[in-house]
């Protein structure tokens, strides 16, 4: 599944054809260090929480993130999906980095 073309396709279009894709760039890329809650994505990523919300919601959609628990004691991860296509995020995240 590695180097999936389709899967490519969807990570050019969240992180770069979309607004919001650098904030979901960085979102994510504090998740594949370490799990987090939204209230400290928040505030780690110095963004309010609301738009938080929303940038998690969009990657959720999209079988980047994963959450476990409910309510206020959700968690973040990276997905299984995310994990098998890390080396073409990688590639985005640098050529967007770079810009």
């Known amino acids: 599944m590695a180097n999936d073309p389709y899967a490519k396709r969807l990570l050019w279009f969240v992180f770069a054809g979309s607004r919001g894709g650098l904030n979901r760039l960085r979102l994510v ?8 809650n939204a209230n400290q994505l928040a505030k780690e990523m110095g963004l309010d929480y609301k738009a938080i919300q ?14 476990v628990g409910e309510k206020y004691n959700v968690t ?22 770079s810009k």
């Open 54 to 67: 929303h940038h998690v919601r969009v990657l959720e959609k999209n079988n980047i993130v994963t959450k």
């Open 29 to 36: 890329s504090i998740l594949k260090n370490t799990p987090l």
């Open 76 to 97: 973040y991860f990276v997905s299984n999906f995310l994990e098998a296509n890390m080396e073409s995020f990688d590639e985005i995240a640098g050529k967007l980095e």
